[in-house]
């Protein structure tokens, strides 16, 4: 069986008396995408800021290809990873957040320059035309040297999709990012993250309300219910037959309230 | 307010001071309080010079030095927040020596009214820092960008533009407390003031002048600190568009 | 030459009762300044509310005093009145000039704790009908005390600290006292360092009790 890109092996996160995720396994293989939903307080935010290493684990392994990344092999046992590790595996991982969190101080082009630059050590000029090639890409090229605030909540969070891909990542985690939008502007945003899907060999985890482009876009969809996986299976079966009451429930109220 | 209408104060303000300066009876006082105004610009500008040192040190080292300089920073915060720039003046002016250390009066008015201010001015720094949304600490560790980096290309930066209004008013607070230093025998306004009222005691002519004069060095700071707080808020408009 | 101890504890002893006296009088200028400085600084918020052609002058007066020092206008007050015929005693001129001063800061917390309360507030007190004593007293009063207690905590703080000003004009609180028991002596260190420690240690007891009177009011809000 080919390795898996992502793994979590048992992982359980605590918040003091509430366990968010409990014991959680998950694979997510090379090039799929997979869509997250499920209500709020299920845990599916987390299992995203866990890969993305902004939360701690409380129990368990999370692997990315093959290597684990929140240890670290040390005489053959694993240890909890140092900094360095942890960098080391992250390099590997992109996010886009629900607020963008775009650096406001800096232009679009400066803000997907900005990392290549500290942290891959690229040239300024190949940093900028990698960064010039991903905002053409992302329909936002006459758009470079605006300031966040000089652009609208879609346009942003376009940026903030160029910005993660300007590192490269083999993995990239979208955090309910059209929730923060105006309505008419989300479809340029699913409108990016398709053609992503279409044209890379990008392995994605999204987690979404919108239940439309999940059926039409991701191979699986998972649906969480109190930090488990209470279903999952490709969008046909768990949007069409739901075989479990709680998605049952869910997929209702979702429909209703659109 | 906008920085156009406090130039037209300022404008007006200066303009009061040459016509009422310029009047027979007042003129004679203007040579004396305009040197005494020369000290006291000079102890504001170097005494904000090391407020700004020190306010950035103690903020800087209560966020993220290692404990025991963490705890000398907040010691030295707390002792001069809690006591006020007259008493350390005083205690610099008159207890050092018996340590040992004789001060110009112009030295003991710098470094008090420096540290004293630079005490208050740790708090803005630390306030600003913990200000800068939480988003952007996330989003420069999604891109695996380094702490010391992180801090000084997308935090620190964006936390300066926050702290120029408080800083403004820390440093009207201490032009006004440069007055204090005329107690201890420095010839700033205050004390050519004094000096004028102990032996004319014409109080209104000397007073009001004094006063407008103030005035007027408090509007340039002002006026100072939002052409700045302008300049580098490039971008950043307020109440901005990203979260 | 004789030898120079830095802390004399003997000299502590003596000096300690008449600090004492001095810090009575420091109390009594902070207390009375304050009062005036609350009365003062409702008065101008007031007028500057109620009195729309009054709104410009009472700000421009406001700025005025907050953007000049304090010691100034202590010497202004103590020495322009004789001028007009009143002769103040240092003391009087002195809480006097604290009154004003800090009046004018206070008046400031008025004015921000009052246009913290949404405006909408005001907007469902009108479509309700309730009057005006009765808004005011039921629905923006108790929304706008939280944050403006506080601030008056710390302003009372702050003028306390500054009543040392007043050595300036000779009034027998705790700075002029230690400075002549220094200067009778010519041992400076213990009354200076004890008047500081009073300071720190009332600055510290006072943030401490400010926090408290912060929170049991959020508390009786929130409910």
Known sequence: MTMPMVRFDKVTKRYGPLTVLDQLDLDVARGEKVAIIGPSGSGKTTVLRM????????????????????????????????????????????????HFNLFPHMTALANCTEAP????????????????????????????????????????????????????????????VTSALDPEL??????????LGAEHDLTMLMVTHQMGFAKEFADRVCFFYQGRIAEQGSPSELFGAPKNDRTRQFLRAVLEAG | MGVRSLVAILAL????????GSQPQWAVFMPGLLEGTRITVMVALLGSALAVVAGLAAGLARLYAPTPIRWVASTYVEVFRGTSALVQLFWLFFVLPQFGLSLEPFTVAVLGLGLNVGAYGSEVVRGAIQAVPRGQWEASTALNITRPQMLRRIILPQAFVAMVPPWGNLFIELLKSTALVSLITLGDLAFRAQQMNQTTMRTIPIFTLVLLIYLAISLVITIGMRSLEGRLGKGLARGRGAR | METETLWDWSYVAEILPILAGAAVVTIEATLIGFALAAVIGLVL?????????????????????RSTPLLIQIFFLFFVFPEFGIVLDAFTAGVLALGLHYGAYCSEVYRAGLEAVPRGQWEAAIALNLGQTTTFRDIILPQALPPIVPALGNYLVALFKETPLLSAIAVLELMQTAKILGSETFRYNEPITLVGLFFLAMSLVSAAAIRLVERYLKRRVAR
């Open chain 1, 51 to 98: 890969i993305m290493t902004l939360e701690r684990i409380d129990d368990g392994v999370i692997y990315v290809e093959g290597e684990p990344l929140t240890h670290m092999t040390r005489n053959g046992r694993l240890v909890p990873a140092d900094a360095r590790h942890i960098r080391q595996v992250r390099a590997k991982i992109g996010m886009v957040f629900q």
């Open chain 1, 117 to 176: 630059m500290t942290v891959l050590r690229l040239k300024r000029k190949e940093a900028e035309e990698r960064a010039g090639d991903l905002l053409a890409m992302v329909g936002l090229a006459d758009k470079r040297g605006h300031y966040p605030s000089q652009l609208s909540g879609g346009q942003q969070q376009r940026v903030a999709i160029a910005r993660a891909l300007a590192m490269r990542p083999k993995v990239m985690l979208f955090d309910e």
């Open chain 1, 186 to 195: 989300v479809g340029e945003v699913l409108n990016v993250i398709r053609k």
């Open chain 2, 13 to 20: 303000t200066i303009a009061l001071i040459a016509v009422l």
């Open chain 3, 45 to 65: 918020a007031i007028l500057r509310f109620a009195v729309p052609a009054l709104s410009w002058p009472v700000a421009a007066l406001v700025e005025f005093i």
